[in-house]
Structure formats: C-alpha cells, structure tokens
C-alpha cells in the first residue's frame, strides 16, 4: 500500500510546487472563499495551506489520506463532465507518503475540529483538538525519507518560483477568491476576492502595464471567451505571458497556441509572443481533463471550433483596435 502511494507520488508530486497546487486545489473544491498559503525554504522546509472551506469531519479527514479516497467522483460515468479540480483522490495519499503532514479540519457543523499527523505514510495520530471552520494542512520536509529524491529539488529560490507560478495560474482565474502567499514570513502576494480581472493581473504581474491590455469577449457556439490582450509592442522573446485558462483551470493546449499566433500574425516581429490572458467556458463534458495526473492537458472533442472560436475572438479585437 505505502509502495503504491510513493510510486502514485511520483507522478503528482514531484517537488513543493506540485503539492501547493494539489493543496489550493483542494482548497477551492472545498469551496473556500480565502486561502492563505505559507511556504518556508521554498517549501523544502514547510508548506501550509489554510482555507476557510466546507472542511471535514473526523471520519472524513481518516479517509481523505487514504489512496484513492476521492469525495468528489462516485462512479466512472462522473468522469465525463468534471466540475471539481480535484477528482483522481491520490494527491493527499501521495503528499503524506512523501513527507510529515498535519492536518486540522472542522466543518461549520461542529463545534470541535479534528486532527490528523501522519508521517511519510505512518498514521500517528488523528483526533480533537482546536481550530477554526475550514482546513489546514501542513506538509513539512518533502521526500526526507527518500535522498535521492529530495537531492533533485533546486535552491529555495528556484522551487519558490515555481511555487509562484502555480500561486499564478490558480488566482488569476479565481478573481473572487481571497489570497496571500508568504515565504520566509513576507508577504509576497496578498490578493483580494473583490477586485476586477485586470487588477488582479496587475498585482501579480507588476512588470506588465495591466490597464493598457485589450479586452475582448464573445459568446457563441456554446464558448464563452474572454481574452486580455497585450499590445504588439509588448511582446515577448517567449510565452511566459501566456496563459489560457478552461473553466478555472489553467491548461496548456496546442490548438489555442496555434490560435494565438494565428491572430497575431502580421502584427508581430519574427520570434515574438504576445501577453495573452484568455479565459474559456464551455461546458464540461466537451473534452477531456483525465489525460494526465496534473491534468494540464485536455483533450478538445471539437478542437477545430475551440480553435476557431479563440482566433475570431482575437483577431477582430486586435484589427479593431488602433494598434
Ligand atoms: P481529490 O481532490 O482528487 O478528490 P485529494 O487526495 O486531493 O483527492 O483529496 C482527497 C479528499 O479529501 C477530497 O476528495 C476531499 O473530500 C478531501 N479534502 C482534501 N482537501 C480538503 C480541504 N481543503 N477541505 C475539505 N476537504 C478536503
Ligand atoms: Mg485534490
């Protein structure tokens, strides 16, 4: 069982990043409205993710570490058609067989929360103690028991930029959720749930002139599109700034490249990359999220008019606008 969970581990959890994504994930399924994520080290020394969610109780935090233990798919057929971010039920079994992990959780139903210490894959403990409505859960010394793993992570400043990065893709679609990220005791990020789209990019990307981004937005065919759109001149010497983003989740996709660069075409110096922020919403049992374990890649089953749809968007925008 534990040999299971530390294989499963290594396709999900492959450095800090990987768990402080699994853990905000969790954390909005969880329909939290505020989530305040602490790292320390980079995250090799500690990740904690507090969340003011649905929580759970007793029996539901034993069962949450265990493989496989998803609340959020009942049978096979949930598969098509995901809402949650969350749905292959190994991420907290696979945290807990790499690293020491406590966790403290209460429903809005009681009066007492509960928690739970387990240790690279050891349950040591689980029962009352204090805390508020919510969750939170703290993962320290990632992959100690296992050196030749914990050799692979990188200085506490490469780990925490990809740490960033994940912070990154989950906020910005989430403009209505409440928050911080703090390394080392400093505030990095604090982000509000009630602000507009475009101050959200502004904050956590002060190195682009947010107010100048233009906007576009359709709705047809069943696609909901809502795309920021950096000037030409603004453009990059890579993709760094572009991000696409299919019903709250951040996604890498070849046809939506294609159609970014499609819509740009003419418009750009060779070897240039537009700042793109582009939101889809389309109904979710159109494609497929279940392609791989972190779930950034889906599988349009119409990709041609998801491609067409993205470009039209763009394109009339951009040759619209004075550029
Ligand atoms: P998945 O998200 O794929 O269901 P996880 O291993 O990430 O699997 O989580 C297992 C289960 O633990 C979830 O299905 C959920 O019921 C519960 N859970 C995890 N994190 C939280 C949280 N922050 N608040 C409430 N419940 C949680
Ligand atoms: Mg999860």
Same mark, same amino acid.
């Given at each position: 069982?534990?040999?299971?969970?530390?294989?499963?581990?290594?396709?999900?959890?492959?450095?800090?990043?990987?768990?402080?994504?699994?853990?905000?994930?969790?954390?909005?399924?969880?329909?939290?409205?505020?989530?305040?994520?602490?790292?320390?080290?980079?995250?090799?020394?500690?990740?904690?993710?507090?969340?003011?969610?649905?929580?759970?109780?007793?029996?539901?935090?034993?069962?949450?570490?265990?493989?496989?233990?998803?609340?959020?798919? *009942?049978?096979?057929?949930? %598969? @098509? +058609?995901?809402?949650? !971010?969350?749905? #292959?039920?190994?991420? $907290?079994?696979?945290?807990?067989?790499?690293?020491?992990?406590?966790?403290?959780?209460?429903?809005?139903?009681?009066?007492?929360?509960?928690?739970?210490?387990?240790?690279?894959?050891?349950?040591?403990?689980?029962?009352?103690?204090?805390?508020?409505?919510?969750?939170?859960?703290?993962?320290?010394?990632?992959?100690?028991?296992?050196?030749?793993?914990?050799?692979?992570?990188?200085?506490?400043?490469?780990?925490?930029?990809?740490?960033?990065?994940?912070?990154?893709?989950?906020?910005?679609?989430?403009?209505?959720?409440?928050?911080?990220?703090?390394?080392?005791? *400093?505030?990095?990020?604090? %982000? @509000? +749930?009630?602000?507009? !789209?475009?101050? #959200?990019?502004?904050? $956590?990307?002060?190195?682009?002139?947010?107010?100048?981004?233009?906007?576009?937005?359709?709705?047809?065919?069943?696609?909901?599109?809502?795309?920021?759109?950096?000037?030409?001149?603004?453009?990059?010497?890579?993709?760094?700034?572009?991000?696409?983003?299919?019903?709250?989740?951040?996604?890498?996709?070849?046809?939506?490249?294609?159609?970014?660069?499609?819509?740009?075409?003419?418009?750009?110096?060779?070897?240039?990359?537009?700042?793109?922020?582009?939101?889809?919403?389309?109904?979710?049992?159109?494609?497929?999220?279940?392609?791989?374990?972190?779930?950034?890649?889906?599988?349009?089953?119409?990709?041609?008019?998801?491609?067409?749809?993205?470009?039209?968007?763009?394109?009339?925008?951009?040759?619209?606008?004075?550029?």
């Amino acid at each position: 069982q534990n040999m299971v969970n530390m294989i499963a581990a290594g396709e999900v959890i492959e450095r800090p990043a990987s768990a402080v994504k699994e853990l905000m994930e969790n954390s909005i399924d969880a329909g939290a409205t505020a989530v305040v994520v602490t790292v320390e080290d980079g995250g090799r020394k500690l990740i904690s993710i507090t969340d003011n969610g649905e929580g759970m109780d007793r029996d539901d935090l034993a069962a949450a570490f265990e493989s496989h233990a998803t609340s959020k798919i *009942r049978d096979t057929s949930d %598969l @098509s +058609g995901i809402t949650t !971010l969350g749905f #292959r039920g190994e991420a $907290l079994a696979s945290i807990a067989s790499i690293a020491h992990v406590r966790a403290v959780s209460r429903t809005p139903q009681s009066d007492q929360a509960n928690c739970i210490e387990i240790d690279c894959g050891d349950r040591q403990s689980v029962g009352p103690c204090s805390g508020d409505v919510g969750t939170t859960i703290q993962v320290r010394d990632l992959f100690y028991k296992t050196p030749a793993r914990r050799k692979f992570l990188r200085t506490a400043n490469t780990e925490m930029g990809h740490i960033t990065e994940q912070f990154t893709r989950i906020a910005l679609p989430k403009d209505q959720l409440g928050l911080t990220l703090i390394h080392n005791g *400093r505030e990095l990020y604090r %982000l @509000s +749930g009630s602000l507009a !789209l475009r101050q #959200r990019i502004a904050q $956590l990307f002060p190195m682009l002139e947010a107010d100048d981004l233009v906007e576009a937005s359709t709705d047809e065919k069943g696609i909901r599109i809502r795309a920021l759109l950096g000037h030409p001149s603004t453009s990059r010497t890579n993709n760094r700034f572009q991000y696409a983003f299919l019903n709250g989740r951040f996604i890498r996709d070849k046809f939506i490249s294609h159609a970014i660069k499609e819509a740009y075409r003419g418009l750009l110096e060779p070897n240039r990359f537009p700042v793109v922020f582009l939101f889809i919403q389309m109904p979710y049992d159109e494609y497929d999220v279940n392609v791989h374990p972190t779930k950034t890649e889906v599988r349009f089953y119409n990709s041609n008019l998801v491609h067409s749809q993205i470009l039209a968007t763009m394109r009339e925008k951009l040759l619209g606008t004075d550029l």
